[in-house]
């Protein structure tokens, strides 16, 4: 089974990469289109578990201690 | 006075920060990272910059895990002294003796310059030989530099003499070097006893090298 571990910079935590990335679009046009743009990681975990309740509570706990930085951070896991 | 400096896999800063205390006329010992214990007798442990583990994930997230920070965990909560130089001061941040986070810089550059710092609080042993509203001249050098804790920590570490120093401009106002609230280069913990701080003060020991003004920084540590 694979969880899939996205982090981002918490909503008004500013993301300077973002914003470098948005600026960037908007000068080639598509800043009409373009609202806001923020960055990323992704993580992809191979587990050996077929259980996916369980798995999202190890995954949760591999979150909090290691994989995000809950001070500046919010995480989604998606199987 | 005796000092660890402690080297993870790809710490660059010990060196320096060993020769700085040395000089100051510590017993200066280097510590590594996979040590379950501190020696014994230590009246200082420094964390001192560099890229540990590549700055992999996010800067010091990997290194406090390292075995020898459980023992600074437990050394730090005993009252001892601790000091975290820019990834030393991320490592302590990650692990949370240290209130906030380091973003990446505002500019996204890696900025590498003399930079004058204005001294905020120094009713702590660090700064103690440094008077309050002191600008002194330190090298940074950091892409992760960028101070943030949400706006009630703010105001706590704020009204706690927490922030030990901010980024100036010559004048000593305020300065937006990298996007830190509050311009902040630098920060205790409430009980004072665990320092950090992004600018490098064992780069400025020595007239030749530009600047002595981190030397009266470290001093502070040898009465």
């Excluded at chain 1, 309740?53 to 989604?76: F, G, Q």
Aim: aromatic share 8%; with cysteine; glycine share 10%.
């Amino acid at each position: 089974m694979r969880a899939i571990v996205n982090v981002y910079l918490k909503e008004g935590v500013l993301d300077p990469q973002g914003k470098a990335i948005a600026h960037a679009l908007d000068s080639l046009g598509f800043g009409e289109l373009v609202k806001g743009v923020r960055v990323g990681k992704q993580m992809v975990l191979e587990l050996n578990s077929t259980d996916e309740a369980s798995a999202k509570i190890e995954v949760e706990k591999m979150c909090e201690t290691l994989l995000a930085n809950t001070v500046i951070e919010d995480y989604t896991i998606e199987f | 006075m005796r000092v660890a400096v402690l080297r993870f896999p790809g710490t660059n800063c010990e060196l320096d920060t060993h020769y700085a205390f040395a000089q100051l006329g510590a017993d200066v010992e280097i510590v590594w990272h996979n040590e379950q214990k501190l020696p014994e007798g230590i009246d200082l442990v420094v964390l001192a910059g560099g890229f540990s583990y590549g700055d992999y994930l996010r800067s010091g997230a990997i290194a406090r895990f390292s075995p020898i920070m459980k023992a600074v965990v437990e050394y730090a909560n005993e009252g001892n002294f601790v000091l975290g130089i820019c990834n030393g001061f991320q490592i302590l941040t990650e692990i949370g003796l240290l209130p906030g986070a380091l973003k990446r810089n505002n500019n996204l550059h890696f900025i590498s310059k003399f930079q004058t710092i204005k001294v905020i609080n120094n009713d702590n042993r660090f700064l103690s030989q440094c008077n309050t509203q002191e600008i002194l001249t330190i090298p940074i050098a950091h892409a992760d530099g960028n101070y943030y804790i949400d706006s009630e920590g703010l105001k706590e570490i704020e009204s706690n003499g927490q922030v030990l120093l901010r980024y100036c401009d010559s004048n000593g106002e305020p300065l937006a070097i990298n996007g830190s609230l509050n311009a902040i280069a630098g920060v205790c913990n409430k009980n004072k006893n665990v320092f950090g701080l992004m600018p490098h003060p064992e780069r400025a020991i020595e007239d030749i090298l530009g600047s002595m003004d981190g030397k009266k920084m470290l001093e502070g540590f040898m009465n």
